[in-house]
């Protein structure tokens, strides 16, 4: 097979640490060749407008063949690009058009589970004893014909599906279409690790890993005990979902994956300056696998949980226990913070925010220790659209409508212009419709507004990136309170104060111990007084050290 020529960038081992990733949802991003679905080819023509954003790096969602049942989370071929979001070739000329920007670019594997239309699926289950017959998790059935255990979907009902060719069941953490990989043969995963070197040859620089502890499930195939009524969170699936009825001991997180970790971290090691960030669900151990799955330098160098994902507003008080529970867990570990992405309601409409709420909780979490996500159009402050049963998508919304509306209002297409019936996005009718409300905020829109909210997340951007202390460095907590979070980022000589007010009335905090100087030109109207620190409504306040 020939290699491509791969224009790479600068020497950077570290450049992970402290990154902010920029998430590209390709069927909503940009269309360009009206289709009514985005495509590589409009990702490569957007790509200058994310790069002055300031990000380093990009993360597009799966642009694998797929029947399309899950939106590409169903892979039929692991080392194709479907027709409908462009080639290979297509995909060259991304990488080198990004490291030409200086972006790095990271893509969605999605190796826990394929498509029952992939090819080892269909050789699998056509009998007991064929080369493939164990790629999968597969169980008989109970002497009463039922499933072989109390395991759940993610997407509702049993996590198990009969198959009347083979005679057994088969394992789906989520859709019945989407079968699960058995990590416990051998072959799956050197299969997996060669797709991982697939792609590396080809210049990508990173991956965002699926469901990342879902790979292992128990080989014995126990039962997952009940989960108490009021130990339940909501983070990972909705309240109406039985999901959050067990504790999920046996289906996911298993010790198994460490060492799967390792190789995988040492086939990325063979390519030079590459990363992962491995998304973690579970509600109730996020944080711990987190630290487990990013201690030491052979694992994975970040991980993301929920824990900002979640229903309800981060409260300062909050996320000072979520920073504190991850020194405990993660003290050499990294994190990957965000606050949407495709898979949840936009947190302007999921946490009832305004600009004002929507600009201080971006400069908090562009100072946390840890990464960064950010999901394309939250830096429009666009809301969760509004998408009507009839024009739904999302199996999982259809499931579970109407208490649960699904995914789809968060995935619907980037508003580029404001004059344009489908706002830039393409000539045709989408495959999701656009939100009117969004059309107001439309890239064209906010460019020539200094104020916007698209520039301000420009200047925030490039104001992390003036001080690597913000990016790299160590954290000490100050306070914390419903409304009040305050921390030092310290990177040698370099200190940062940071303080935050979350809430809708003035509050004081205080300057730690030593001499202080504000910052100054930050766009926001916190101010010191003293020791004092004087926080009105949703501002902030940074000063550095000395």
């Known amino acids: 097979m020939v290699v491509p020529q791969i224009v790479r960038l600068p020497a950077d081992p570290d450049w992970w640490r402290g990154a902010v990733i920029y998430q590209i949802y390709p069927r909503s991003f940009q269309d360009s060749n009206a289709d009514g679905i985005g495509d590589l080819a409009g990702i490569i023509h957007r790509l200058p407008y994310v790069a002055s954003l300031g990000v380093d790096a990009i993360w597009i969602s799966p642009f694998f063949p797929s029947p399309m049942l899950d939106f590409g989370y169903d892979v039929m071929n692991y080392r194709d690009v479907d027709p409908m979001f462009g080639t290979i070739a297509d995909f060259e000329a991304l990488i080198e058009r990004a490291h030409e920007l200086g972006l790095r670019v990271m893509i969605d594997l999605v190796l826990s589970h394929t498509s029952d239309q992939h090819r080892w699926f269909r050789e699998s289950r056509s009998s007991r004893d064929n080369p493939k017959a164990d790629w999968y998790v597969w169980a008989d059935a109970k002497p009463d014909g039922t499933a072989p255990n109390n395991w759940l979907s993610i997407f509702g009902g049993p996590g198990w599906e009969w ?8 394992q789906h953490n989520f859709l019945k279409e989407q079968p699960d990989l ?31 502890n879902f790979y292992f499930c128990d080989a014995e195939r126990r039962d997952n005990p009940v989960l108490p009524v009021e130990l339940r969170d909501y983070s990972t699936a909705p309240a109406v979902n039985p999901y959050n009825w067990q504790e999920h001991l046996y289906d996911k997180s298993r010790p198994e994956m460490i060492p799967f970790l390792r190789r995988f971290r040492a086939v990325m090691s063979e390519f030079g300056d590459i990363a992962a960030v491995g998304e973690v669900g579970d509600a109730q151990r996020g944080m711990e696998i987190m630290g487990e799955y990013t201690r030491g330098d052979d694992l994975m160098q970040m991980c993301y949980a929920f824990e900002f994902l979640s229903p309800d507003a981060p409260s300062g008080r909050r996320v000072g226990q979520v920073l504190r529970r991850f020194a405990q ?10 606050f949407s992405n495709h898979d949840v309601e936009r947190h302007a409409t999921r946490w009832r925010m305004e600009e004002p709420e929507l600009r201080v909780y971006l400069a908090l979490i562009l100072s946390l220790r840890g990464s960064v996500c950010l999901y394309q159009g939250e830096e429009l402050g666009l809301t969760e659209a509004y998408v009507p049963f009839e024009e739904l998508q999302d199996p999982y919304g259809k499931r579970f409508w109407p208490k649960f509306r699904g995914r789809d209002g968060c995935r619907t297409p980037m508003p580029w212009l404001a004059d344009n019936s489908y706002a830039g996005f393409s000539d045709v009718r989408p495959w999701l419709p656009v939100a009117p409300e969004h059309v107001l905020r439309a890239v064209s829109v906010q460019e020539g507004e200094p104020e916007s909210m698209l520039n301000f997340y420009r200047r925030m951007l490039a104001w992390r990136k003036a001080r690597p202390a913000l990016a790299k460095g160590g954290f000490a907590l100050q306070e914390t309170s419903d409304s009040l979070i305050s921390y030092v980022r310290t990177l040698g000589a370099e200190s940062v104060f940071c303080a ?35 926080l009105p409504p949703f501002q902030a306040v940074f000063a550095e050290a000395g």
């Open 329 to 338: 867990v993660a003290s050499d570990g990294w994190a990957c913070w965000a």
């Open 182 to 212: 058995n990590f416990h043969e051998p072959e799956v995963q050197e299969e997996l690790l060669a797709v991982a070197r697939f792609w590396l040859e080809r210049g990508v620089d990173g991956f965002r890993l699926d469901t990342i």
């Open 500 to 534: 935050f007010n979350l809430g809708p009335d003035p509050i004081v905090a205080t300057l730690p111990e030593g001499a202080w100087r504000m910052i100054e030109d930050t766009g926001f109207a916190g101010a010191i007084v003293g020791r004092q620190v004087e």
């Open 163 to 170: 198959d009347s060719e083979r005679l057994q069941y088969y």
